[in-house]
């Protein structure tokens, strides 16, 4: 035994001379160990010589001041080598020395020969091994002390399959960093581990625990998982008959899981001791049959009557303080007026949209009421070119000009715009129509069932709709050149039956009588004329009429995004009067 003695260095051969040491103590002194290949591998061959050697005590060792924290890696190669230790070694405590200036990251883990006797192994404290995979070849290995290491253990470490730790009874690796996440759908933590008694997990980082974490270890007789980011934990405890501790207490945890408290319930009555303390505890509505399991089992409970947690109106009340029936009571008051007012609300709302439904027609003529009284007095003195802008089918063109626009324009003196006339070259389509159709008094729209075919006539039948209420008065006058019977269903558009159930429209008639009542009824509409002087004579169509204007119209249209909504219409040309 050779405690604080104050050696700094050992000169490795001198082991040769001891053939027979059973135990050595280098305890408390400044022992620094080489980190150079050829040294490392000299100190292993002299310490392989040492056959009666069993015990190896260097605690308390050497804290360099020039430590590197840079890892020293272990290559995949050397680490799938296996290391030999002395045959009869039992014991290596090397807890609180840092014997090396520099750290070392076994990523890939470490492999002893399986021929070692080595039992115990102590290398808490240390913080010279900054990443740890697997050890191996440690078949006999009965507990390992490896906390405060501030280490990344992988959690492939965590195995008891042949070849691993297959003797491991007691392992203590808390103040580490362990994600478990990285564990695979196929990595069964503590696989095998049927003798393992004593795990502690504690203050490792860790976000959660598998369910099946303890399946192979029904043996454990305390878990600690204390001091983790532990929010929820659903721990299957079923197959962990010897549990006798769990201390999972400064986490996260608001409630204990049902099928926790199912499985604890499962073991024998007051077997397991629960340590709960420092957990932001929730006492409220959500937490009625956690509290009522913890009132009825407090012989589980560790500090029962010091256990504190968040009641009803945020303050901190000790658990074995509350009045359950109140608890419930106060619960069921806000359930009840919540739903009520829930209740309430949502009848109103469903009242609301049936009364809305009935009423959408008469809404939108009030909406629009209501909007013509509001802009009535700008809307009165605006000045519009047009009298009338007229929207028909290609296919009623001869009865749109002879017959309406003639008797506007010449008998009546409305200054009408017509495609003929008034639509000028430099625009694009799109743009004129909405040009002609915002300087507009009225909009009249010719229905027909042509007009209910014609892409360009729904087009500008949507673009009246649009400005009647944007105008907010009444600013559309609708004209059946057909009986409505005639007109197919399929083809009548929301929009115009819209149109057609809330306003009234006008109908055109062969009969002499009904022709003369049209005529007035349209005057009417329209109002007086707002430009009196003589209407210009008309000019030559400005729209393709032959095959190569309507190609040279397609390739501009292809070319102005505002034109698209007119891409595939009907093979007439739109002809738009106002």
């Known amino acids: 035994m050779l405690r604080n003695m104050g050696i700094v260095t050992i000169d490795i051969e001198f082991i040769e001379y001891l053939p027979h040491l059973e135990e050595i103590d280098l305890s408390e002194n400044s022992i620094q160990m080489a980190v150079e290949p050829t040294a490392i591998w000299r100190t292993v061959i002299q310490l392989y010589k040492m056959t009666k050697l069993r015990r190896m005590i260097f605690q308390k060792n050497s804290h360099p001041t020039d430590y590197n924290p840079d890892c020293h890696p272990l290559s995949k190669k050397m680490a799938k080598?296996?290391?030999?230790?002395?045959?009869?070694?039992?014991?290596?405590?090397?807890?609180?020395?840092?014997?090396?200036?520099?750290?070392?990251?076994?990523?890939?883990?470490?492999?002893?020969?399986?021929?070692?006797?080595?039992?115990?192994?102590?290398l808490s404290h240390?913080?010279?091994?900054?990443?740890?995979?697997?050890?191996?070849?440690?078949?006999?290995?009965?507990?390992?002390?490896?906390?405060?290491?501030?280490?990344?253990i992988h959690p492939t470490m965590f195995s008891c399959v042949k070849g691993a730790f297959e003797s491991l009874e007691v392992l203590n690796v808390a103040h580490n960093f362990i994600n478990i996440s990285e564990a695979n759908n196929t990595l069964q933590l503590f696989q095998n581990?049927?003798?393992?008694?004593?795990?502690?997990?504690?203050?490792?980082?860790?976000?959660?625990?598998?369910?099946?974490?303890?399946?192979?270890?029904?043996?454990?007789?305390?878990l600690?998982?204390?001091?983790?980011?532990?929010?929820?934990?659903?721990?299957?405890?079923?197959?962990?008959?010897?549990?006798?501790?769990?201390?999972?207490?400064?986490?996260?945890?608001?409630?204990?899981?049902?099928?926790?408290?199912?499985?604890?319930?499962?073991?024998?009555?007051?077997?397991?001791?629960?340590?709960?303390?420092?957990?932001?505890?929730?006492?409220?509505?959500?937490?009625?049959?956690?509290?009522?399991?913890?009132?009825?089992?407090?012989?589980?409970?560790?500090?029962?009557?010091?256990?504190?947690?968040?009641?009803?109106?945020?303050?901190?009340?000790?658990?074995?303080?509350?009045?359950?029936?109140?608890?419930?009571?106060?619960?069921?008051?806000?359930?009840?007026?919540?739903?009520?007012i829930s209740c309430g609300?949502?009848?109103?709302?469903?009242?609301?949209?049936?009364?809305?439904?009935?009423?959408?027609?008469?809404?939108?003529?009030?909406?629009?009421?209501?909007?013509?009284?509001?802009?009535?007095?700008?809307?009165?003195?605006?000045?519009?070119?047009?009298?009338?802008?007229?929207?028909?089918?290609?296919?009623?063109?001869?009865?749109?000009?002879?017959?309406?626009?003639?008797?506007?324009a010449s008998v009546y003196g409305y200054n009408i715009c017509i495609d003929d006339r008034n639509f000028k070259p430099g625009a694009t389509l799109t743009e004129i129509i909405v040009d002609t159709i915002s300087n507009s008094n009225k909009i009249i729209l010719i229905i027909?069932?042509?007009?209910?075919?014609?892409?360009?006539?729904?087009?500008?039948?949507?673009?009246?709709?649009?400005?009647?209420?944007?105008?907010?008065?009444?600013?559309?006058?609708?004209?059946l050149k057909e009986p409505i019977g005639v007109l197919p269903p399929e083809l009548i558009s929301p929009?115009?039956?819209?149109?057609?159930?809330?306003?009234?429209?006008?109908?055109?008639?062969?009969?002499?009588d009904r022709i003369d009542v049209f005529w007035r009824k349209l005057r009417d509409a329209l109002g007086e004329p707002i430009h009196h002087e003589q209407p210009p004579t008309d000019?030559?169509?400005?729209?393709?009429n032959t095959t190569a204007d309507h190609a040279d119209a397609a390739v501009h249209n292809n070319h102005n995004d505002a034109d698209d909504l007119i891409m595939q219409c009907d093979d007439e040309a739109p002809l738009l009067v106002n």
Request: glycine share 6%.
């Open 81 to 122: 080598l296996e290391y030999a230790i002395p045959i009869g070694l039992e014991e290596i405590d090397f807890a609180h020395s840092r014997i090396s200036g520099r750290a070392f990251c076994l990523d890939y883990g470490l492999r002893l020969q399986r021929n070692n006797k080595l039992t115990i192994l102590d």
């Open 126 to 152: 240390m913080k010279v091994i900054k990443k740890l995979g697997p050890l191996l070849g440690m078949v006999y290995l009965k507990a390992l002390y490896f906390q405060d290491n501030q280490c990344f």
């Open 193 to 222: 581990c049927s003798r393992l008694q004593h795990l502690d997990l504690s203050y490792n980082n860790m976000g959660n625990v598998p369910s099946t974490m303890l399946r192979d270890a029904a043996n454990v007789k305390s």
């Open 224 to 340: 600690n998982l204390s001091g983790n980011n532990l929010r929820d934990i659903d721990l299957d405890l079923d197959g962990a008959v010897s549990l006798e501790t769990l201390n999972i207490s400064q986490n996260y945890l608001k409630i204990l899981p049902k099928s926790l408290l199912v499985s604890i319930e499962n073991q024998k009555e007051g077997s397991i001791l629960i340590d709960i303390q420092g957990n932001s505890l929730d006492c409220g509505c959500n937490s009625i049959e956690f509290i009522e399991w913890m009132h009825s089992h407090t012989e589980n409970i560790y500090e029962w009557r010091t256990l504190e947690c968040t009641y009803l109106n945020g303050t901190f009340i000790k658990m074995h303080t509350i009045d359950v029936q109140m608890l419930k009571l106060s619960c069921w008051e806000n359930v009840i007026l919540a739903s009520g």
């Open 345 to 408: 609300v949502l009848l109103l709302l469903v009242l609301l949209i049936v009364f809305t439904y009935r009423r959408r027609y008469k809404l939108n003529y009030l909406y629009l009421q209501l909007r013509a009284a509001l802009r009535h007095h700008n809307q009165e003195n605006r000045d519009f070119i047009f009298d009338g802008f007229i929207s028909y089918s290609s296919f009623d063109k001869i009865w749109g000009l002879e017959t309406l626009y003639a008797k506007l």
């Open 448 to 479: 027909s069932q042509n007009f209910l075919r014609s892409k360009w006539c729904q087009f500008e039948m949507n673009l009246a709709r649009g400005e009647l209420a944007n105008r907010g008065r009444d600013c559309l006058i609708l004209i």
């Open 495 to 512: 929009t115009l039956r819209s149109l057609l159930e809330t306003r009234v429209y006008l109908e055109w008639s062969d009969d002499v």
């Open 539 to 544: 000019t030559p169509f400005i729209y393709a």
